[in-house]
C-alpha cells in the first residue's frame, strides 16, 4: 500500500528510475535523488528563515552575496542534471542530492519573503538573512541538511519516505499559497498562523489537483508513446 501511494505522488513529477532513487527499509522514496533532495531542502531552508525571522515577516530578498550564493547553488544542479543527461559525464546519487538540496535552499530565498510580503498583514520590508550571523547559519545549514538526510534520516525507514512525501505537499501547498493569497480575501490579511489555515487548506487542495492531473498527463503520454 505504501509502496502504491508513493509512485502515484511522484509519477507525474519524476522518472522514477530505482537506480536514480534512494529507499529506506526497502521502500522506493517518491521522487529520484536529486527532486528528494531539493524537496527537503527547500522546507528545511524556508524552515529556518522562518525560524530566524522570529516574527518580523520580513519582505525583501537577502543580501546580494546570499543572492549570489542561491545563484551558484541553482547553476550546480543544472550543470549536474544537464551534462549528465547529455552523456558528458556520469553523476552519482550522492551528487543528485547534494545539488538539489542546494538548489531547495536557493529556491526558498525568493518564496520567503514572498509569502511574507503576500499573508502577513503586519509585515516588514527589511531583508531576510540580513545579518551576517543568519546568513552564516543559513549556508552551513545546507551540508548539515544534505548529511542528515544522506546517513541518518535513512535509519527512519518508512519515516523517511513518509517525510519526503509530506516535503512534497508542504513545497507545492507553500508554492500554491503564493497564488491564494493573491485572492483579496487572504492578502496580507494574518496576524497569527491560525488566520493562514483557510488558505493554507486551499493551496494544499489545489496541489492534490496538482498532482492528480501530473499523473493523468504522464499516463496519457505513456500510453501515446506506446501506441506510436
Known amino acids: 500500500m505504501l509502496d502504491v501511494a508513493m509512485k502515484w505522488l511522484g509519477f507525474g513529477l519524476c522518472h522514477q528510475l530505482p537506480e536514480r532513487s534512494l529507499f529506506a527499509a526497502g ?8 527532486d528528494t ?5 527547500f522546507m528545511a531552508s524556508l524552515a529556518l528563515i522562518a525560524l530566524l525571522e522570529r516574527g518580523r515577516r520580513r519582505s525583501e530578498m537577502p543580501p546580494a552575496w546570499v543572492a549570489a ?3 551558484l547553488l541553482l547553476a550546480a544542479m543544472a550543470w549536474d ?10 553523476t552519482t546519487n550522492l551528487l543528485r542530492m547534494a545539488t538539489g538540496i542546494g538548489a531547495g535552499f536557493a529556491l526558498a530565498l525568493v518564496v520567503a519573503p514572498i509569502l511574507n510580503a503576500q499573508l502577513w498583514r503586519g509585515g516588514s520590508t527589511g531583508r531576510i538573512l540580513a ?20 546517513w541518518i534520516l535513512p535509519a527512519l525507514g518508512t519515516g523517511y519516505v513518509l517525510l519526503a512525501a509530506a516535503c512534497i505537499l508542504a513545497t507545492f501547498t507553500c508554492v500554491n499559497l503564493v497564488i491564494v493569497a493573491l ?14 489555515v483557510p488558505a493554507i487548506l486551499i493551496a494544499l487542495a489545489v496541489t492534490l ?3 492528480a492531473l501530473a499523473d493523468v498527463v504522464r499516463l496519457a503520454l505513456l500510453r501515446l508513446v506506446a501506441r506510436g
Open 209 to 211: 489537483v496538482e498532482l
Open 131 to 150: 545579518a551576517p550571523w543568519e546568513a552564516l547559519l543559513w549556508v552551513l545549514s545546507i551540508p548539515a541538511t544534505f548529511a542528515l538526510a544522506w
Open 183 to 196: 485572492v483579496p480575501r487572504f492578502e496580507r490579511g494574518a496576524d497569527r498562523l491560525r488566520d493562514l
Open 27 to 34: 521502500h522506493q522514496l517518491p521522487v529520484c535523488a536529486r
Open 69 to 71: 550564493i542561491g545563484f
Open 37 to 41: 533532495g531539493l524537496y527537503l531542502g
Open 81 to 90: 542534471g544537464i551534462t549528465s543527461y547529455a552523456g558528458l559525464r556520469e
